[in-house]
């Protein structure tokens, strides 16, 4: 699959032909002439590009640089899918391009434009688009390229076309080193592309560092030597790292003056007294850092890191960039150091190296904070005199910023992947101590997690819903806290709504997965009493079924991918992507032993309320008055393996959700679903406009208020939960199954009195109700005391099919002898004997 086929017209066609054709053969390549091939087949086959590709699991709209339309960008969408990245025409939705994930090489973040990035393919060709959602863009496709497996694929600054001594496709291939090829290169210099490079990177850092030793200072000719020489590096060393069969010597070498270049850049980045110089600054971090990268992917790399003198200020300091790029890259090398990245996974080195690099506190407080949602960690002031100088971008102060880095889709996508690992996938080297430490900042910016469950990027929401499932687990109470957080933010609202109307069953699966989260437990949590308010109690019945087998949960994600009406078109098979990831996270989040030097560690309407009655921020901001509670409870909880998560079955309360239903207790179909659909994105969109008004955090959601009625049941006669007219329908299994007949007779005997006059046609219908439900519940509600009660409507009835109605619920009321024994009176006998008279009628 790939772009569409063109037809070009000429007179000169045959002419063309042959030339094409001798240009061919001199560069060795053959072209092949397709027989047969007609105007009609080559237009049939364009509206077939990318029918195959499978369902959107991201769309994004963007416009598309070309020399064809270099002055008027074309509007286009880029549709992420299961395998594929798919080019879409904005206007017509029809598919220009699809181009396989696996063929990507690289993606390019250019430093010189805000909105511009590009996409870098295997066959040497480029993509050029912009979008004002640049860096969520490049994290989704970095994410889709990584989950089919292409984990070459990175971000960088820099195009690598003219720094690359191979095509792109090509990757040098592996040298066992032994004592005779090392004898070689002490001689001849290095054999290889790799070897090479890195020589000329060590060569160039230790000049650097010398001169800086010398001079007091960075910068100079040396400086850019080495800015070179790491930018040929990682044009030509994938970003999987250097071969780790390296001599251990030589990493040290050069990774030291690396550090120590980086620190004084660092120390120079908070100098800066323009954004010219920031981001000049920022350019060279960058690179170096992907060096770093690079080179640190060795067991000698990992062990290193930790040791070297200075390095927690140093990355702190990079942490705390103002600009995202440079926090970005840092995470990842800090990622990278703390889960062993090697084929043979090092538990002691992660282990050792979780100890060193997050004992810091505000290392953990650096990491969270740039989770928030996009923040500018610099702004340019203008003063009287045009010269720009720099300013908070929170704040617009024009001292010198805070300590806070500013963050990105990407530098969040890096840092929840981060956390992910150190609390959930690679829990086994994690300590108790560093678990509780990262957990209790994780809890106590709350707001951070809540950006992650607001995001739109699938690996984002997929990892907070990890982390939310591991502080359910083991931090209870402060999930409670969090939920509460959620709620007043409508998270819960609007993953409620994606859980069952989301086209994605990617999506479906994250957020149906968060709701179990948040709405398993007491009727009388918040979130309990939300969800009976939105949809119909006999759904909720469905809750305390079994669990299903991972079987039954595969077979129903079948159903939903082929018969709801909510899934998109050409969804193929269930359980794809962040679906199969997530579960299998999941499942591997159940409480086991260590097996390194850590010991065992923790893990899974009337939409008018927000319009009526908003709340101001410090109704939300309340929720976090204790939220940093310690949790030294759920480090405990954590080393004997005792979990706190119990989940009711909300995966077959949401199959049923999509599935039409007519019970006696329960309507639901293609209607009702439309209603709630139609309640929940109102509600969504009108506290969208008030936080547009009021800002992120000015306002809370008022769940108290928002309830969804259902005007196509208006019409049903309902008593307390049961639907009449399919009451008298059901079978005799159903009714032998309710479990409150007392209360439902009450109930129907309180209707029948209030709807005596003014409506006959109710009260007769709660007649016949009665009658069944007597029937068949005889023993349970015994003796009816007010027998006389119904002789009394029995005598004052016009209405013929109210008689008629009574008799047979007093007939069937006698079959009890303490209720016979109520009718044994002269008033009784009289009643009886005068309407014998009409038994012919």
């Not at 040098?172 to 592309?193: C, D, L, N, Q, Y």
């Not at 981001?279 to 000698?300: D, F, K």
């Not at 307390?720 to 299994?733: H, T």
């Amino acid at each position: 699959m790939g772009g569409r086929a063109r037809v070009w017209t000429s007179c000169n066609r045959d002419e063309i032909y042959g030339a094409m054709m001798a240009q061919a053969d001199n560069i060795g390549i053959t072209l092949k002439e397709a027989p047969g091939v007609t105007v009609d087949a080559i237009q049939q086959q364009r509206t077939q590009v990318g029918v195959g590709s499978g369902v959107s699991v991201a769309l994004y709209h963007v416009t598309k640089v070309t020399a064809r339309h270099r002055h008027v960008p074309v509007s286009r969408k880029l549709a992420l899918t299961e395998k594929w990245l798919v080019e879409r025409d904005g206007a017509s939705h029809q598919v220009i391009s699809a181009r396989a994930l696996s063929s990507i090489f690289a993606l390019v973040r250019p430093w010189d434009s805000p909105r511009i990035l590009q996409v870098e393919y295997d066959d040497s060709t480029s993509r050029t688009y912009q979008s004002a959602q640049r860096d969520m863009v490049l994290g989704s496709i970095l994410d889709a390229a990584h989950a089919v497996g292409n984990h070459r694929v990175y971000v960088s600054a820099e195009v690598s076309d003219g720094l690359r001594l191979l095509p792109r496709f090509a990757v040098e291939a592996r040298r066992h080193v032994t004592t005779k090829s090392k004898i070689r290169e002490a001689f001849f210099g290095p054999e290889t592309i790799e070897g090479w490079h890195l020589q000329q990177l060590t060569k160039a850092s230790k000049d650097q560092m010398s001169e800086e030793a010398g001079l007091g200072r960075i910068g100079g000719a040396a400086l850019q030597e080495v800015i070179n020489a790491a930018t040929e590096f990682n044009s030509n060393i994938p970003c999987t790292g250097i071969d780790p069969e390296t001599d251990k010597e030589k990493i040290p070498k050069v990774v030291l003056p690396l550090i120590g270049v980086l620190d004084a850049l660092s120390r120079e980045a908070e100098r800066a007294p323009d954004v010219a110089a920031v981001q000049a600054n920022a350019a060279m971090s960058t690179t170096l850092l992907q060096a770093l990268l690079r080179l640190v992917q060795t067991s000698h790399g990992l062990a290193l890191i930790p040791t070297i003198e200075g390095i927690m200020d140093t990355l702190l300091r990079l942490l705390r960039s103002r600009e995202p790029f440079v926090a970005y890259w840092t995470v990842m090398v800090v990622s990278v150091v703390l889960r062993c990245p090697l084929e043979h996974r090092d538990v002691g080195i992660e282990h050792a190296n979780k100890q060193a690099l997050l004992a810091s506190m505000s290392m953990n407080e650096a990491l969270v904070d740039l989770l928030r949602e996009e923040r500018q960690g610099l702004a340019v002031k203008k003063d009287r005199r045009g010269s720009a100088r720099l300013t908070d971008g929170d704040n617009g102060a024009t001292s010198r910023p805070a300590p806070r880095g500013a963050s990105s889709a990407l530098s969040m996508m890096a840092v929840s992947e981060l956390l992910e690992v150190v609390l959930c996938s690679a829990r086994d080297s994690t300590s108790p101590e560093r678990f509780e430490a990262l957990v209790n900042v994780l809890g106590s910016n709350y707001d951070a997690l809540l950006s992650m469950l607001r995001s739109p990027c699938a690996i984002i929401m997929e990892n907070a819903a990890l982390l939310m499932h591991t502080i359910t687990e083991y931090a209870p109470e402060m999930a409670v806290r969090i939920c509460d957080a959620a709620m007043s933010d409508a998270v819960v609202l609007r993953h409620f709504d994606l859980a069952i109307f989301s086209p994605a069953a990617d999506q479906r699966f994250i957020s149906r997965h968060l709701i179990s989260i948040w709405m398993s437990g007491s009727t009388d949590s918040a979130t309990k009493i939300l969800l009976l308010k939105m949809i119909p109690a006999g759904l909720l019945e469905y809750l305390k079924m079994p669990a299903l087998t991972l079987e039954e949960m595969d077979n129903l994600d079948l159903l939903e991918a082929d018969e709801s009406e909510f899934s998109a078109q050409g969804a193929g098979s269930a359980g794809s992507g962040s679906m199969r990831r997530l579960r299998a996270k999941i499942q591997g989040a159940a409480p086991k032993a260590a097996g390194g030097p850590a010991t065992a560690t923790a893990a899974g309407g009337t939409a008018a309320s927000v319009a009526s009655a908003p709340l101001v921020a410090s109704a939300a901001g309340a929720v976090a008055g204790d939220i940093a509670t310690s949790v030294a409870s759920a480090a405990s909880a954590a080393t004997t393996g005792d979990s706190a998560l119990k989940l009711e079955n909300f995966r077959i309360m949401f199959h049923m959700l999509t599935q039409d239903h007519e019970l006696p207790d329960l309507i639901w179909n293609q209607q009702t679903r439309r209603e709630l659909r139609t309640a929940l994105e109102a509600e969504l969109k009108g506290f969208e406009v008030a936080v547009r008004d009021a800002g992120q955090g000015g306002v809370a959601w008022n769940h108290q208020q928002f309830r969804v009625e259902y005007a196509s049941l208006d019409k049903e006669v309902r008593v307390g939960k049961i639907f009449l007219r399919l009451f008298l329908k059901a079978g005799d299994a159903f009714i032998r199954h309710y479990d409150e007949p007392v209360r439902f007779f009450d109930l129907l005997v309180r209707r029948v009195l209030v709807h005596f006059d003014r409506r006959p046609q109710l009260s007769v219908l709660c007649c016949r109700c009665l009658e069944r439900l007597y029937c068949l519940h005889r023993p349970v509600i015994g003796m009816f005391d007010d027998m006389m009660v119904l002789v009394d409507l029995l005598s004052q009835a016009s209405h013929r099919e109210m008689r008629h109605g009574l008799l047979l619920l007093i007939a069937e009321l006698s079959a009890n002898d303490d209720n016979t024994e109520q009718l044994l009176n002269d008033k009784t006998v009289d009643l009886l004997s005068s309407l014998a008279a009409y038994a012919h009628m």
